[in-house]
C-alpha cells in the first residue's frame, strides 16, 4: 500500500470524460448548422447530465489538489469554479432558447454553449491538470475512485 501504481492519474478518467464531450459537441454543431431542433433536445438531456456530473467529479477532486500545490486562495482553483458556474447559465440559455422555437437563439446560444465547453475543457487539460499531474499511490487511487463512484451514484438518482 502506499506505493505507485502503474501510470494512473487522477486526471486521466476526466481526460477521457472530456474526449467524450467534445465528440458530442461536434455532433451537437453538426445539428444546430442542420437547424435540427428535435436532434438538439435528444443530445441536450446526455450532454447535460454528462458535464453535471463531470463537474462535480472536478469541483471534488481537482479545486483541493490545485489548492493544496497552490496554496488556499489559488486562483486558478476559484476560476475553476466560476467557470462551471457560468458552464450552467450557458447551458440554461441554451435550454431557453430550444423551448423558445426561435432558430436564431438557438443558433446563437448553441454556439456560444459550444465554444465554452472548448475553451474551458482546453484551459483545463492545458494549463490546470499538467499542474497536479503524476501517478497516484495505491491509497489516493482507491479515495478518488470511490469519489468518482459516490458521484455517479449520486447523479443517477440517489443522494451524496
Ligand atoms: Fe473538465
Redesign the pocket.
Known amino acids: 500500500m502506499g506505493t505507485t501504481t502503474g501510470n494512473v492519474r487522477l486526471t486521466d478518467e ?1 481526460r477521457r ?2 474526449d467524450a ?1 467534445l465528440g458530442s459537441l461536434t455532433a451537437l454543431e453538426r445539428i444546430i448548422h442542420r437547424g435540427d431542433t428535435d436532434a438538439a433536445h435528444g443530445l441536450l438531456e446526455w450532454l447535460r447530465e454528462t458535464l453535471d456530473e ?2 462535480v467529479k ?1 469541483d471534488a477532486v ?1 479545486v483541493p489538489r490545485l489548492r493544496e500545490h497552490l496554496g488556499p486562495q489559488a486562483p486558478a482553483a476559484t476560476k475553476l469554479l466560476k467557470e462551471h458556474e457560468s458552464e450552467e447559465r450557458v447551458i440554461e440559455r441554451f435550454v431557453a432558447a430550444l423551448e423558445s422555437g426561435e432558430l436564431q437563439a438557438y443558433r446563437g446560444s448553441g454556439l456560444a454553449l459550444i465554444d465554452h465547453i472548448r475553451t ?2 482546453r484551459r ?2 492545458n494549463i490546470l491538470f499538467p499542474m497536479i499531474e503524476r501517478p497516484l499511490n495505491d491509497v489516493e487511487r482507491e479515495g478518488v475512485q470511490e469519489c468518482f463512484e459516490r458521484v455517479t451514484q449520486s447523479t443517477d438518482g440517489g443522494e451524496m
Request: hydrophobic residues 35%.
Open positions: 476526466l470524460e472530456h464531450l463531470h463537474r472536478e481537482l474551458h475543457i483545463e487539460e
